[in-house]
């Protein structure tokens, strides 16, 4: 595993990343995850999302941004994976010269 990716999946199609999602919200109380800009090189897509949340049981407000890579195959799903920090999933899409927000 990719050591600088923190999470990892081979879903088959969306009801899997949907699992996902939904188990990565589920310490949520309130929020959103938005996308801010997707980025693509062959059968690459990197996604930038904002997230600005209140976990269950605070009433304090988090923020954070990172990256989701997706590699596509005839249609669906075949890898994605979570970058906390953005440069490493521009890196391991092999996208050059982006500027990391």
């Not at 906390?84 to 899409?93: V, Y």
Request: with cysteine.
């Amino acid at each position: 595993m990719n050591p600088r990716a923190f999470q990892r999946l081979a879903p088959i199609g969306i009801a899997e990343v949907q699992e996902h999602v939904t188990k990565g919200r589920g310490s949520w109380a309130e929020g959103t995850c938005d996308p801010e800009k997707f980025l693509v090189n062959g059968d690459k897509i990197v996604v930038y999302p904002h997230a600005w949340v209140r976990l269950k049981d605070s009433t304090n407000w988090v923020g954070g941004r990172f990256a989701d890579g997706f590699v596509f195959r005839k249609g669906k799903i075949t890898q994605y994976l979570s970058f906390g920090e953005r440069g490493d999933a521009l890196k391991w899409a092999g996208i050059e010269h982006q500027e990391v927000l």
